[in-house]
Nanobody, 117 residues
Framework: VQLQASGGGLVQAGGSLRLSCAASGRTFSNYDMGWFRQAPGKEREIVASIRWIGVTYYADSVKGRFTISRDNGKNTIFLQMNSLRPEDTAVYYC????????????WGQGTLVTVSS
């Protein structure tokens, strides 16, 4: 499956951004999807995920501020990010995994989110 992420940019603290990730190549609805991020000098970490059945997971650091969703008809997932903080600054990656498997084989190219204080 091929993934194309978009929607990053520069925003002030407290602002919002919406990331999108378009998928192609496989049966999208059978895949779990996720958003990860990597800040400078830090390891990649999971931000949120949504299983093929719609069950969601959020990292503690983004709970209540970020919302992950998917549109199977458009083969796209979204990450609505509200109340952004400078510590949310990172390159954000979308990922896909056959349902129940680990996110390791399918990654988008990354989109940079910069939150200024």
């Amino acid at each position: 499956v091929q993934l194309q992420a978009s929607g990053g940019g520069l925003v002030q603290a407290g602002g919002s951004l919406r990331l999108s990730c378009a998928a192609s190549g496989r049966t999208f609805s059978n895949y779990d999807m996720g958003w990860f991020r990597q800040a400078p000098g830090k390891e990649r970490e999971i931000v949120a995920s949504i299983r093929w059945i719609g069950v969601t997971y959020y990292a503690d650091s983004v709970k209540g501020r970020f919302t992950i969703s998917r549109d199977n008809g458009k083969n796209t997932i979204f990450l609505q990010m509200n109340s952004l903080r400078p510590e949310d600054t990172a390159v954000y990656y979308c990922a896909a995994a056959p349902n129940g498997r680990a996110f390791k084989d399918y990654w988008g190219q990354g989109t940079l989110v910069t939150v200024s204080s």
